[in-house]
Structure formats: C-alpha cells, structure tokens
C-alpha cells in the first residue's frame, strides 16, 4: 500500500481514506505535512500573548503533538472540517505544554485568584457587572494600582480560559477548549456534558459589559488577534489586552 500511495498524487479525501483503512505510517506523514502550517498558526496566536522568555520553537514542538494526536483521531465521516478539529487540538496541546512548564510565578497566579475570588463576590453582591472603580475599591486599591495590578496578570489570561474551573470545590473540572463537541465522541453522557457547560459560558458571556463581550468574541471565536481588534475598535492594543483580562477575569468569576 506504501508503494501505491508513493506512486500516486493523492488528493485530501483519498489520503483520509487510504489512512483510515491502512494505517500506514507514510499516508499519516503525508497528511501531518499537509495540516503544518496549522500549527504555526495557532503558535503564533498564543505567542502575542506571552513573555519573550518563551521559546517559540517550544510552542512549535507542543502544538506538533497535538496535530499528530489530531491526524490519529480525526473521522473525516463526520461532518465538521479537519482544520476546525486540529486547531483546539493544536492550541490545547500547546498550552498543555506551557502548563507542564509552570512558566507563571505562583505570586501572578495568587494575584490573579484573589481579583476572580473579588470580583465574583462584589458582582454576586451587586447583582451585575461591577466597574473599574467599585472593584478597585474593593480591593482597598487606588485605579494606578488596580490597573498595574491587571498588567501584572495579563500573562494568566492566556491560559485562564482554556484552564479547568473547578465544579463544587473539586480540584479537577472542565476546559473550555472541551466544551465544544469532540466529533470522535461517541459518549452520550459526555455530549451532555459539554451541552451544560456551554450554556454555562454563554450565560457568563451575556453577564459581560458590551465591550468586554465584543472583543472576547472577536478574539476567541471571530480568530482576530488583539492588535487586529484594536484597529477595529479604534483603539491601541494595550488597551484591547486590558479589556480582555478585566473580561476574562469576570468571566471566571462566574464559572468558577
């Protein structure tokens, strides 16, 4: 089968077909080299977000892995595209790896936790979205300090939405990466699952300030980087980043 695939051009479909029945390691390699460029796509995205201390090429390495892991799981039968399936799998697989690095002090990450445990507590109080000055206030912190204080933290929201929240106090809980349907699922109960969780999302996404929601939904789901929605909205890419974290912040306050 090697020899035949070798002598032939194949096109996506027969290379899926001839995969899927053969298994055969060089139609595997083919269709990694097809899907590459994904992976330095989806790097890059998450790079913008990071310190320069991080090593692209380890990003690279990561989001490898999680194509590979995509060629091997993908059922092109299924009606959703390879592209759209290997980009969660590629940006999971990255972050999967900036996690195993443990790359953000735990003095960032407490921060980070306390402003959440805040906001979710004040807004809880409040009953809708609390502004910069009343969280700030609550925090006993002056508007320098608690906006140094979401510069400080910025790092975290890289991850903070692909990271588990924890369901009633338990340790482990669901990404949000998993909440979209995995198409190889056959699990009905998993299936639900994912059902609940993003009608828990986007509940939390409808309790955001306007603004906070648009560039969420620009960035996450419209594929825009936050320089690119800076330009849409008019306004400079420090303060787009800003904005996503006071959104990504509340966003797990309510989830958590």
Same mark, same amino acid.
């Given at each position: 089968?090697?020899?035949?695939?070798?002598?032939?051009?194949?096109?996506?479909?027969?290379?899926?077909?001839?995969?899927?029945?053969?298994?055969?390691?060089?139609?595997?390699?083919?269709?990694?080299?097809?899907?590459?460029?994904?992976?330095?796509?989806?790097?890059?995205?998450?790079?913008? @977000? !990071?310190?320069?201390?991080?090593?692209?090429? #380890?990003?690279? %390495?990561?989001?490898?892995?999680?194509? &590979?892991?995509?060629? +091997?799981?993908?059922?092109?039968?299924?009606?959703?595209?390879?592209?759209?399936?290997?980009?969660?799998?590629?940006?999971?697989?990255?972050?999967?790896?900036?996690?195993?690095?443990?790359?953000?002090?735990?003095?960032?990450?407490?921060?980070?936790?306390?402003?959440?445990?805040?906001?979710?507590?004040?807004?809880?109080?409040?009953?809708?979205?609390?502004?910069?000055?009343?969280?700030?206030?609550?925090?006993?912190?002056?508007?320098?300090?608690?906006?140094?204080?979401?510069?400080?933290?910025?790092?975290?929201?890289?991850?903070?939405?692909?990271?588990?929240?924890?369901?009633?106090?338990?340790?482990? @809980? !669901?990404?949000?990466?998993?909440?979209?349907? #995995?198409?190889? %699922?056959?699990?009905?109960?998993?299936? &639900?699952?994912?059902? +609940?969780?993003?009608?828990?999302?986007?509940?939390?996404?409808?309790?955001?300030?306007?603004?906070?929601?648009?560039?969420?939904?620009?960035?996450?789901?419209?594929?825009?980087?936050?320089?690119?929605?800076?330009?849409?909205?008019?306004?400079?890419?420090?303060?787009?980043?800003?904005?996503?974290?006071?959104?990504?912040?509340?966003?797990?306050?309510?989830?958590?």
């Amino acid at each position: 089968m090697a020899r035949q695939v070798e002598a032939r051009a194949f096109g996506e479909s027969e290379l899926w077909q001839a995969f899927k029945q053969t298994r055969d390691p060089e139609v595997r390699e083919r269709l990694i080299l097809r899907y590459a460029s994904l992976v330095k796509y989806v790097a890059g995205r998450i790079a913008i @977000g !990071l310190p320069r201390s991080v090593d692209f090429d #380890d990003l690279l %390495s990561y989001g490898i892995f999680g194509l &590979i892991d995509a060629v +091997e799981k993908f059922d092109p039968q299924r009606e959703v595209k390879f592209e759209t399936y290997a980009i969660a799998r590629i940006r999971g697989a990255i972050l999967d790896g900036l996690r195993s690095t443990d790359w953000i002090p735990r003095s960032v990450r407490q921060k980070a936790r306390e402003l959440e445990e805040t906001v979710a507590a004040l807004e809880s109080r409040l009953g809708r979205a609390a502004g910069d000055a009343e969280i700030a206030a609550a925090l006993h912190l002056s508007m320098d300090e608690y906006h140094q204080l979401l510069s400080d933290i910025q790092a975290t929201t890289v991850l903070s939405l692909e990271e588990a929240w924890s369901q009633q106090g338990e340790e482990e @809980g !669901l990404r949000v990466r998993e909440t979209v349907a #995995d198409p190889t %699922s056959e699990d009905p109960e998993e299936r &639900i699952a994912n059902r +609940e969780m993003k009608a828990e999302l986007v509940e939390a996404l409808d309790r955001l300030p306007e603004r906070e929601r648009l560039v969420i939904t620009l960035y996450y789901y419209e594929g825009l980087t936050l320089k690119e929605i800076g330009r849409v909205l008019g306004v400079s890419e420090s303060r787009i980043s800003q904005i996503h974290t006071k959104a990504v912040v509340r966003l797990r306050a309510h989830l958590s």
